[in-house]
Structure formats: structure tokens, C-alpha cells
């Protein structure tokens, strides 16, 4: 279980395998600029990305929470909304939900395809859904421990994936 809280979250798990070669697959319930100003240099690495984000008709909060006011008073929104869109035009196959999103998935791979790390639960690509900015306490968030476990998880992420509807390329629509 991650506390997503001090030494204990979601980024200092992801982090250390956003790596070149290795892919990410993440379904997330919401989207914030400032998430992705955090890990950008990562993210830029990665060799392919798989993103599921919530019907076009729920806000992503793309702008944040009330946590995200002083990223956001830094003025820099507009360059990194530019920066996020390159990122999603060159690397990223994106696809809708059909409503919301109820919990967050992250899978990242190794260049054999292997999951590497597996993190399911209640997070988002956000600052506070990966532990940047205070989150609710409440939030119940688990890492894979164990190759098979990954392999697993791993394995219904894709089944989610190959259920939704949604273009095979890359989509900057969002």
C-alpha cells in the first residue's frame, strides 16, 4: 500500500522507471499541467505512451486544485500547456473513456515489454494524485510487489485498453 505521503508515493515509484526505452500505459481520472511539468523531462524519455483519460465531457482538471495555486501564479500555464500538447502529438496514443473514470492505473514497461512497476488505485496524473501536493489520507493506492503480481495488473490494463473505442494513432484533440 502506498501512503502517497513523505517518502512514501506514487511519483517516487514511477520516477525511477520512466527511463528511454520504457513504455507507460495509464488510465487516469484527471490530468493536471502541473503533473506533468513534474515529470515532463521523464516523460519526454519514454519510447510510447498509452493514455486513458475520461469522456470528453468530465473536466480533467487540467489546471489543478486549490494545492496547484502557487504552480499556478508562476504564470507558466501557457508554455506548459504547449509543451503537453507537443508531448501528446509525438508520444502519446490517446483514447476516451465512455464516462468517468473511477481509479487511476499506471503500468510502466521495460523495452522487452515487461511490467516493471504497477500502480492501481486511488490516484490521478495530478499533483496531489501522485503525492506532490497533499491528497486525501483516505485514498487507497497499491504497487505491484512481485513480477507476477505486475504481469497481472498489467494484463487488465491492456484488457481496458482493448475495449475502448478510439483511434490507433496519435490524438492532440484533448
Do not use: M, Y
Not at 49 to 70: A, F, M, S, Y
Not at 75 to 85: D, G, N, S, V
Amino acid at each position: 500500500l502506498v501512503k502517497n505521503a513523505g517518502a512514501d508515493r506514487v511519483v517516487d515509484l514511477l520516477r525511477p522507471h520512466l527511463k528511454p526505452g520504457n513504455g507507460l500505459r495509464c488510465i487516469t481520472p484527471s490530468f493536471s499541467l502541473f503533473a506533468f511539468a513534474e515529470l515532463h523531462k521523464f516523460l519526454s524519455a519514454l519510447d510510447r505512451v498509452q493514455l486513458v483519460l475520461p469522456h470528453e465531457d468530465i473536466d480533467i482538471n487540467l489546471l489543478g486544485t486549490k494545492n496547484d495555486r502557487k504552480s499556478r501564479n508562476q504564470l507558466q500555464t501557457r508554455w506548459l500547456a504547449k509543451q503537453c500538447a507537443s508531448w501528446v502529438r509525438d508520444k502519446v496514443d490517446l483514447r476516451q473513456a465512455p464516462g468517468p473514470v473511477p481509479q487511476g492505473a499506471a503500468v510502466i514497461s521495460n523495452t522487452e515489454n515487461g511490467p516493471e512497476q504497477v500502480v492501481l488505485g486511488s490516484f490521478a496524473f495530478s499533483t496531489d494524485g501522485l503525492g506532490l501536493t497533499p491528497c486525501n489520507p483516505l485514498n487507497l493506492i497499491q504497487a505491484s510487489e512481485t513480477s507476477a503480481e505486475a504481469k497481472q495488473l498489467a494484463q487488465w490494463l491492456d484488457q481496458q485498453w482493448a475495449a475502448l473505442q478510439g483511434p490507433e494513432s496519435n490524438n492532440s484533440d484533448r
